[in-house]
């Protein structure tokens, strides 16, 4: 079946610009995660949601980004006022439920953000 | 706080030896451990898993070992093939899962 989907695939924006990633999870996944990757750094959990429970926020580094999904379907990841800093590798990932045999995550390719 | 640390930024193995990679943690609360394989410009992919019940998981060529006291998890690839070569990160995460800490990765060059 068809992997995790995440576009676009590369974008380049200008400096206080906002920008908007997308992510389309397995279908019948109702895990999905938000990482950032720096360049030569591990992933950074940003966002975890999981249902319909409110989602775990707690990895945002800043007001600048938000995320949402509706139900178990696409989300969508918003950095507004884009800062240099914020050029990274965003990789969206989608799981079963953890804890019902859904640890394993299955990430998409990601979207390279460039700030330019 | 990196709570997972993989102090190996790469390493180089010859075609059909053993590679090991290490990963150490600090949080004793992990309850489930897992390692990706990440090739350039692809997502992260599942490799294996193993949880903090058990001390070893393996699949295939792959062997996972646990070491709770020692806070410290280790992947055995064997024989090791030039398709291997890739990052291959360690992850962690609590029972419920809502949040995964990553390594900063091992590059694995399988020399042929």
């Known amino acids: 079946g068809a992997g995790v989907s995440q576009s676009p695939s590369n974008k380049v924006t200008e400096k206080g610009k906002d920008v908007e990633l997308r992510c389309d999870p397995i279908?019948?996944?109702?895990?999905l995660y938000w990482y950032r990757q720096r360049l030569g750094q591990g992933l950074e959990f940003l966002i975890y949601f999981q249902g319909n429970s409110a989602p775990d926020k707690s990895g945002l580094p800043s007001d600048r980004f938000s995320a949402e999904r509706t139900g178990e379907s696409v989300s969508t990841l918003t950095i507004q006022r884009t800062q240099q800093e914020d050029s990274a590798v965003y990789l969206c990932?989608?799981?079963?439920?953890?804890?019902?045999?859904?640890?394993?995550?299955?990430f998409g390719p990601g979207t390279r953000l460039t700030v330019t | 706080d990196q709570q997972v640390k993989q102090n190996s930024p790469s390493l180089s193995v010859q075609e059909g030896r053993i590679s090991i990679l290490n990963c150490d943690y600090t949080?004793?609360?992990?309850?489930?451990f897992l390692w990706y394989k990440k090739y350039p410009a692809e997502g992260p992919t599942f490799l294996i898993s193993?949880?903090?019940?058990?001390d070893k998981n393996e699949d295939g060529r792959f062997t996972v070992f646990l070491n709770k006291s020692a806070k410290h998890l280790s992947l055995h690839i064997v024989p090791s093939q030039p398709g291997d070569s890739a990052v291959y990160f360690c992850a962690a995460s609590g029972k419920t899962g809502n949040q995964f800490y990553f390594g900063t990765g091992t590059s694995l060059t399988v020399i042929p």
């Open positions: 279908s019948g996944h109702t895990a």
């Open positions: 949080n004793s609360m992990f309850d489930y």
């Open positions: 193993i949880s903090s019940i058990k």
């Open positions: 990932a989608s799981s079963l439920a953890p804890g019902r045999g859904g640890y394993e995550q299955y």
